[in-house]
């Protein structure tokens, strides 16, 4: 019997004919990215069911999010970018999850992966943020993959990747994509970033799954492609905060650990559908005749509880993440990196926080009645959202909690995320 070749999907690889110049980068303020990332939302709620059917972000809704200048957000100054803070990337991605969980995700990594972008080598930065058009400046759409990681066999002047990745967020309107992998023959500690165009990349279709349907995190296929070795990293050194952008820059954005980063821009897009599912089920309780009665469900005390506790488990999970980006931030001093009884602490912090958002679409999707399954009604969609995020690998509570509780007890780690 012949085996079946699997199906791919065509990327939609953006011609980045719409990079914004200096001039306007320089005049783009924090309150202004957020304002244009806030009005966006009504958007892409209205298309939220579109991109859960056609599995991946809308070329229109991505295009809209490209113009507001959101993925210049971690790009160094030195290249143009905005190099804004941690808090403002959180208020200029949240409202783009209330509006689709879906594409909120696929655009606060998108985000992320530029300042992933800036651990690499110096030569690879230039190239990448540092050629322009004119007088624009140029940013990178790129999917983040590591599991499991690929093989990379020593050649002259860097590698050859093989492999196959899964959960390649982004990959769908990407130029460049980074994969994991291990050297043939060499350090069993050492993995490789590695980062080639989408063009020398397979897509396969294998996103068919039960929520963030929209995000079109496909797996990718690499077959013995040449990676020179200035677009290669050590992701340990990214892990620990000592990678090339903790040599290049001043800004202690650029020598934070990777995984508590990792673990909030993730998070955010549990936050936002939280948030969303609570307006949900607040106006919903205004419109909803408790059966049997002639009364609305907003007289309720018990759904009052469920409203009020709901909120405050969306905002207390908001607050966590802050709290977890800026300790990471704040820790990371050229003197001394955070121990692993600080980075296990900020880990197990994040996954409670996706815990607690969880929680809250749980408990208000509880009391709403059938009709919150209706396709037409966006709770069903939050709900089978923030199940399948929480399942990322940094949400993994046991895990998390597991590692911090060796640390608390004077135990080396049994496991790298952290």
Request: charged share 20%; glycine share 8%.
């Given at each position: 019997m012949t085996?079946?070749?699997?199906?791919?999907?065509?990327?939609?690889?953006?011609?980045?004919?719409?990079?914004?110049?200096?001039?306007?980068?320089?005049?783009?303020?924090?309150?202004?990215?957020?304002?244009?990332t806030t009005a966006l939302k009504p958007l892409l709620a209205a298309h939220a069911a579109e991109c859960e059917r056609?599995?991946?972000?809308?070329?229109?809704?991505?295009?809209?999010?490209?113009?507001?200048?959101?993925?210049?957000?971690?790009i160094p100054?030195?290249?143009?970018?905005?190099?804004?803070?941690?808090?403002?990337f959180?208020?200029?991605?949240?409202?783009?999850?209330?509006?689709?969980?879906?594409?909120?995700w696929v655009a606060a990594f998108c985000v992320e992966h530029n300042w992933?972008?800036?651990?690499?080598?110096?030569?690879?930065?230039?190239?990448?943020?540092?050629?322009?058009?004119?007088?624009?400046?140029?940013?990178?759409?790129?999917?983040?993959?590591?599991?499991?990681?690929?093989?990379?066999?020593?050649?002259?002047?860097?590698?050859?990747?093989?492999?196959?990745?899964?959960?390649?967020?982004?990959?769908?309107?990407?130029?460049?994509?980074?994969?994991?992998c291990a050297i043939v023959d060499g350090p069993a500690n050492v993995v490789l970033f590695c980062a080639l165009p989408t063009r020398e990349v397979t897509v396969i279709d294998t996103w068919h799954i039960d929520g963030m349907e929209g995000t079109g995190s496909h797996d990718l296929l690499i077959d013995d492609i040449f990676v020179p070795d200035y677009r290669t990293m050590d992701m340990t050194e990214m892990r620990n905060g000592t990678a090339h952008g903790a040599r290049l820059y001043d800004n202690p954005l650029y020598r934070q650990p990777m995984i508590p980063f990792l673990g909030v821009t993730a998070a955010i897009s549990g936050v936002g559908a939280a948030r969303a599912a609570v307006a949900q089920f607040r106006k919903q309780l205004a419109e909803r005749v408790v059966h049997g009665t002639d009364m609305k469900q907003a007289e309720k005390p018990a759904a009052q509880m469920r409203l009020a506790n709901a909120n405050v488990m969306a905002r207390t999970a908001e607050l966590l993440l802050r709290d977890a980006v800026n300790t990471n931030i704040a820790l990371a001093r050229p003197e001394?990196?955070?121990?692993?009884?600080?980075?296990?602490?900020?880990?197990?912090?994040?996954?409670?926080?996706?815990?607690?958002?969880?929680?809250?679409?749980?408990?208000?999707?509880?009391?709403?009645?059938?009709?919150?399954?209706?396709?037409?009604n966006p709770m069903q969609r939050y709900l089978r959202d923030v199940n399948v995020m929480s399942n990322h690998i940094v949400y993994d509570k046991d895990g998390a909690a597991e590692l911090h509780g060796r640390a608390l007890i004077g135990l080396p780690p049994n496991a790298l995320t952290f």
């Open positions: 085996d079946l070749k699997p199906l791919t999907v065509q990327p939609f690889i953006p011609a980045n004919d719409d990079f914004m110049t200096r001039a306007a980068l320089a005049a783009l303020t924090p309150a202004e990215l957020i304002r244009r056609v599995r991946h972000p809308l070329v229109e809704t991505w295009n809209a999010i490209r113009a507001t200048g959101c993925f210049y957000h971690f100054k030195k290249y143009g970018g905005l190099e804004f803070d941690a808090d403002s959180i208020d200029a991605m949240l409202p783009l999850s209330e509006g689709c969980p879906s594409t909120g992933m972008l800036t651990q690499f080598p110096e030569r690879f930065q230039d190239e990448i943020f540092g050629t322009r058009a004119g007088d624009r400046v140029p940013y990178v759409i790129a999917p983040g993959v590591t599991a499991p990681p690929g093989k990379a066999v020593p050649v002259d002047g860097g590698y050859r990747i093989s492999g196959r990745w899964k959960w390649g967020t982004g990959v769908m309107h990407s130029d460049w994509v980074l994969v994991a001394g990196r955070a121990d692993f009884t600080q980075r296990s602490h900020m880990r197990l912090q994040i996954a409670q926080a996706m815990e607690l958002c969880r929680q809250a679409i749980m408990m208000v999707a509880e009391a709403s009645g059938a009709s919150a399954h209706l396709r037409s």
